[in-house]
């Protein structure tokens, strides 16, 4: 009974943390939009944590550049079990107008395993909210995986481990890249 | 048999009346009425009244993470301390004529017990070793020290009031503080006691660290100050503490000003045969105070929440050493010279 309380609180009380992984400003804008009377995501149980170790939900805007990228990754890990990765706006999808560009290491799901995206540039707040909704539900449903049914603890997903294998190559590139550059000049 | 019967008894006071039961379910209802208060304030629907508990029973389900650059006892063990202190201040603050452990502590003890969740948050945000923790627990030393003063005042003030009415010099004791006003009528409705009642409402969000004195905990600057590292079960001990303190302020303002409603109340069930009369004076008074703690969070914590933004540490040093002490003291005055 007690495990079925946790589960069902999951859905409602998600808290969100907000990473701007070089963001125009536009959706970040939206995310306050969502907060306002006329949209209230606070009535769903919604609250901006200050600090990932405190949220449930990681919403990524941006078309992750290269300088954001290790520091994304760091921040999610930090994030912990059971979470969701939610990515708002195009940019962290598919590059938006800066696909192609020499600064921009994306799309997130490069690296991590995105679980819900919300396309948009920027979205509107009812789709935010929307989105928002379907990634409460993804939240219940991992915490219930995280638990089988007689009460052992299930292996912990692959999410850590891709963050462990791709956190320092992507470290790594930036330097070899940085002096292909300079040897060109 | 009498010690068996005694050992139940406490043990009951302790798990459910005035202990961890009541506290649990009163203290987050109560964060919950004010929590749905700021969002109706600000024309927003607002999150359902039971959104702390399931808060809190979130957080228990989740993993928890213990830096690597921690003091992995300490860090664990301070919210279990603060909670513990929490509700044993609880147990020693009188609802009107109830009271579970008679005059084993006074006004002095409360004083302390006050102390110990601050401390013990101080204590697992310096262990967890995180520069944000680091900021937030040298602002809320501050806010401890600023808000300290004030408080000891205005219990000075009503405890000379009290000992003048009782003969006594200065009572200090919370059983003989309500005694006195159930039978003299509320301390609220003297002149003289109404500044230390305004200090002891701007005292009551300073002490639970809500708005806009929350320099200790900004979320937006300093990523929730001390408790940045905290996840899992025990943020929520620490969610639990904090609903816990708003019950007792309020309670503690119920006990020192309006205690002569406990004795309305006993007129009023006096009619009743003996045996009834006692259980329902309880429940009625569990009742009254609960709905007075709904209308103090709502004057003093959702309203001042609703309307301001958060103060600068040194503003609010100044503010409490200044205004705050400032109308304590007149009533310390005033009850020297026994008015």
């Keep these: 009974m007690f495990k079925q309380l946790i589960t069902e609180s999951m859905s409602k009380s998600p808290w969100l943390f907000h990473i701007n992984a070089g963001s125009c400003n536009g959706c970040d804008i939206e995310i306050v939009a969502v907060l306002t009377p006329r949209y209230d995501a606070e009535r769903l149980g919604f609250k901006l944590a200050g600090s990932p170790r405190q949220a449930d939900i990681v919403l990524v805007t941006g078309p992750v550049t290269k300088q954001s990228l290790p520091r994304v990754l760091r921040a999610i890990s930090q994030v912990p079990e059971p979470r969701v990765i939610v990515t708002m706006g195009s940019c962290p999808q598919s590059g938006n107008v800066f696909r192609g560009s020499y600064s921009v290491a994306g799309p997130l799901s490069k690296y991590v395993d995105v679980d819900v995206d919300i396309a948009g540039c920027a979205p509107k707040p009812e789709a935010v909210i929307d989105g928002l909704a379907k990634a409460m539900g993804i939240l219940a449903e991992k915490r219930a995986a995280m638990y089988k049914k007689d009460g052992k603890k299930a292996p912990a997903e692959p999410v850590q481990e891709v963050i462990a294998e791709e956190a320092p190559a992507a470290q790594a590139e930036v330097p070899v890249e940085a002096a292909q550059e300079g040897g060109e000049q | ?339």
């Design chain 2, 1 to 339: 048999m009498t010690i068996i019967t005694d050992a139940l008894t406490y043990l009951a006071y302790i798990l459910i009346f005035p202990g961890f039961l009541f506290c649990f379910l009163s203290g987050m209802l109560l964060c919950g009425i004010d929590r749905k208060l700021v969002a109706r304030m600000q024309k927003r629907v607002g999150p359902p009244v039971l959104q702390p508990f399931y808060d809190f029973f979130k957080l228990l389900g989740k993993e928890t993470i213990v830096p690597a650059a921690a003091n992995k006892t300490v860090f664990l063990m301070a919210p279990l301390v603060g909670l513990a202190a929490q509700v044993v201040l609880q147990l020693f603050i009188p609802v009107f004529s109830f009271h579970a452990f008679r005059g084993v502590a006074d006004v002095i003890v409360v004083l302390y017990l006050l102390l110990i969740p601050a401390l013990s948050v101080i204590l697992g945000a310096a262990s967890s070793g995180s520069p944000y923790a680091g900021v937030g627990l040298s602002r809320e030393m501050v806010t401890v020290l600023a808000v300290e003063l004030p408080l000891v005042l205005v219990l000075l003030a009503v405890a000379k009031t009290v000992g003048n009415a009782l003969g006594t010099g200065l009572c200090f004791s919370l059983t003989d503080i309500v005694r006195c006003q159930m039978e003299n009528g509320s301390l609220i409705t003297r002149l003289s006691m109404i500044p230390a009642a305004v200090a002891m409402l701007l005292i009551i969000p300073g002490e639970t660290g809500s708005h806009p004195f929350d320099a200790a905990e900004a979320e937006t600057e300093i990523c929730e100050g001390m408790l940045a590292e905290y996840s899992g079960a025990p943020l929520a001990v620490y969610k639990l503490s904090h609903a816990v303190k708003l019950l007792t302020m309020t309670t503690l303002f119920t006990a020192l000003f309006l205690g002569g409603i406990g004795g309305g109340v006993q007129q009023l069930v006096s009619g009743l045969a003996p045996s009834l009369a006692g259980g329902i004076a309880i429940v009625l008074e569990i009742i009254i105070l609960f709905l007075l703690s709904v209308v103090l969070v709502a004057v003093t914590v959702s309203f001042t929440h609703a309307v301001t933004a958060r103060l600068r540490i040194e503003q609010l040093f100044k503010f409490y050493w200044t205004v705050v002490t400032g109308l304590a003291a007149i009533s310390v005055v005033l009850a020297w010279y026994g008015l």
